[in-house]
């Protein structure tokens, strides 16, 4: 098989996604990596791409430049991955998808609710896919959570508890690290901080494993370290387009919490228990009934959760894994279109402007909501 010509912007030498993003579009050997415009620095980008075989012709000292030299061309890339800082997404997204190439963004998709509505319409306009990198939709038990869900196993779903809330910005004397201080400056961060970054996780993950958008939400957000002008803490109550409520909490301030991603899905029938920094083993309580665990890779998982599942059971994936599962996801729907033919139904639960879409509608009206005391607002 012809692997897909793939393109990359960002991600380069020291980055903390660009790793992740290579290593599992590598994993099944269905993407070379023919293209890029990886740093900032124009000649650390060139060097890095030296360093990953990219053919000097295709690498690029920015991103326009890379998209000139790319639509040129008759073998054009299938997929161009952006993994620069969030700022530039929208821009960038955009010129690619204009250009006739299908772009896998990394989140958040756009700064503004506005922005991302145009992205959406200029996906459907063009033709071409936008995914949105949510790569914890990926983990094979999250797609069983999903499947059990669409299946009824839970009955209607009355009640789902996400959080994702880490420690890592909890020291008051680091307030004032670059790294740290431009993620609560308005100017560069917009309207929200934790709920943006960390938060918009675990939102999309109780939309994703609901089958539900949401439909109002009321935010109360707290900066507890001192001077900061944005949250830090926030708790969210959603209400979603099926009925259930949502009600998230995320936090920078967690002291103790690694990567604490989790999901809780309760419904008339039963409930189910997700962690992220476990995620080989989801938890599964019928009303009434005894706790079962389901491992991943073990016996009766939906065919979703079987086809997600890569190593034998027992053998610890992870997050690589989950984020190759939407580049494998995204391959089968581009070549089945190079191919003329309908593509795989499994492969199409990858996470797409749309959600990008709902997301920044979230962040925006929880910023007003949070503004107003905490009052519905609808989005
Ligand atoms: P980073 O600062 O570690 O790396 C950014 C990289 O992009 C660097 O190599 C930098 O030189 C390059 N870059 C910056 N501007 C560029 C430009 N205009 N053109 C080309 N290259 C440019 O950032 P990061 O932590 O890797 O985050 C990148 C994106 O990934 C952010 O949007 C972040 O929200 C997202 N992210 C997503 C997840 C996830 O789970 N999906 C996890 C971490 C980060």
Avoid at 238 to 259: D, E, K
Avoid at 340 to 346: K, N, T
Wanted: charged letters at 20%.
């Amino acid at each position: 098989m012809t692997r897909l010509q793939w393109g990359m912007i960002g991600g380069g030498a020291g980055s903390q996604i660009g790793p992740t993003h290579r290593i599992s579009a590598g994993m099944d050997g269905l993407y070379q990596l023919t293209a890029g415009a990886f740093d900032i620095d124009p000649e650390r980008g060139r060097a890095f791409a030296k360093s990953l075989d990219v053919p000097e012709d295709r690498t690029y000292g920015n991103w326009q430049e890379m998209l000139e030299g790319e639509r040129a061309r008759t073998d054009r890339l299938d997929l161009v991955t952006v993994a620069t800082p969030n700022a530039t997404h929208y821009e960038i997204s955009k010129a690619f998808l204009e250009a006739g190439f299908h772009v896998l963004c990394e989140k958040p998709l756009t700064m503004t609710a506005g922005e991302a509505e145009e992205i959406v319409a200029l996906s459907r306009e063009t033709g071409k896919i936008c995914a949105v990198n949510y790569g914890y939709s990926g983990y094979a038990l999250v797609r069983q959570m999903r499947a059990m869900v669409a299946n009824g196993d839970l009955g209607r779903i009355r009640l789902i508890k996400a959080e994702f809330a880490h420690g890592f910005h909890a020291d008051a004397e680091e307030a004032d690290n670059p790294r740290v201080r431009w993620r609560y400056d308005p100017a560069q961060a917009g309207t929200s901080a934790v709920f943006a970054d960390a938060g918009i996780h675990a939102f999309h993950m109780a939309c994703f494993v609901s089958g539900q958008t949401p439909s109002a939400l009321s935010a109360d957000f707290a900066s507890l370290v001192e001077g900061r002008q944005l949250e830090d803490d926030a708790m969210i109550n959603i209400r979603l387009n099926g009925g259930t409520l949502c009600r998230l909490w995320t936090s920078a301030v967690a002291v103790g919490r690694m990567h604490g991603l989790t999901l809780q899905v309760f419904g008339e029938k039963g409930g189910l228990s997700w962690q992220q920094q476990h995620p080989e083993q989801l938890y599964w309580t019928p009303v009434n009934g005894r706790t079962e665990v389901i491992e991943r890779g073990g016996p009766g998982l939906s065919e979703e959760a079987q086809r997600a599942s890569r190593i034998p059971v027992g053998h610890a994936e992870g997050m690589p894994v989950a984020f190759a599962n939407i580049y494998r996801d995204l391959a089968e729907v581009l070549s089945a279109e190079r191919e003329g033919r309908a593509p795989d139904p499994l492969a199409l639960g990858f996470p797409a402007a749309e959600d990008g879409m709902w997301s920044m509608r979230a962040i925006e009206a929880a910023a007003r909501s949070a503004k107003s005391g905490g009052s519905w607002v609808d989005l």
